[in-house]
DNA sequence: ACAGTTACTTGCAAAATGCAAGTCTCGAAG
DNA sequence: CTTCGAGACTTGCATTTTGCAAGTAACTGT
């Protein structure tokens, strides 16, 4: 009997490459500067389209919503009429900061020009 | 006098942030599986072509050049008639190692289902 | 009643990606 | 010779993703 693939892995993930899940997850131009964001202690929409890279708002708002069906980040809400919410890295999302420690330090060995932020000392996670 | 901006830094990048110069140097699905296949002693254009998750080969071409151009790899002639390359790190493109690792590491724990690759001992170098 | 704020959504143009097929150079087989 | 096949790309075009501008919706403050 032939096992049915139930698995949605193969239909999420282009091999079972961990490198290749992570960048399923946030290999392109705009997630990590979403994330980043986080780390430095923004939350909001409005926060987030405010950074010197401009995002646009509609990839933005594409961006939140799969890292929140990925689990990297909650919708908390702050306000509710009208509805409004912030965004907050979960513990899985927080561990990202590796990810980008490791980009960060690599930038500033090998980018001329390169203006590291401050570090945010402790990190507000929300699961 | 108003000093002139030569600087290629704006046209190559959108922020002054070392996250956003990461990924706009390799911040797409393709580029660091390129990269991750030089850490796995891949080094000609059919072993790239031949990872698991099926680079189309006009991306890979793209991308070889890219990287060579930002200084991460170096075409190596092995042959002369006709002229082959084979691709490897230089020590910048080694660098990214500590990104790969983090990646893999996140994966490992919260991506459920990956496959983690032998890790080579000694990287083969070309400045 | 009306302007302003916040957080999106929509429509469409532009760019990047993906796939298949084609090219070019040479080495070896017949 | 002539053809065949391998390796490393390149080209053409369809599909998908991105980017920009404008629009919407639910309030709040004046």
Redesign the pocket.
């Known amino acids: 009997m032939k096992k049915k693939s139930n698995s949605t892995f193969t239909e999420e993930f282009r091999s079972t490459c961990p490198i290749a899940c992570v960048l399923d997850i946030l290999g392109?131009?705009?997630t990590l500067l979403v994330i980043r964001d986080l780390f430095l202690d923004k939350h909001?929409?409005?926060?987030f389209t405010q950074s010197s890279e401009?995002?646009?708002?509609?990839?933005?708002?594409?961006r939140?919503?799969r890292l929140e069906a990925a689990g990297i980040i909650k919708k908390v809400l702050y306000q509710s009429?009208?509805?409004?919410?912030?965004y907050y890295l979960t513990s899985k999302g927080a561990d990202l900061g590796k990810i980008l420690t490791a980009m960060r330090q690599w930038a500033e060995h090998h980018v001329q020009g390169v203006i590291s932020p401050e570090i945010i000392p402790k990190l507000e996670i929300r699961d």
């Open positions: 392109d131009k705009w909001r929409y409005g926060e401009g995002i646009p708002t509609n990839i933005l708002a594409d939140l919503k009429s009208p509805p409004r919410f912030e």
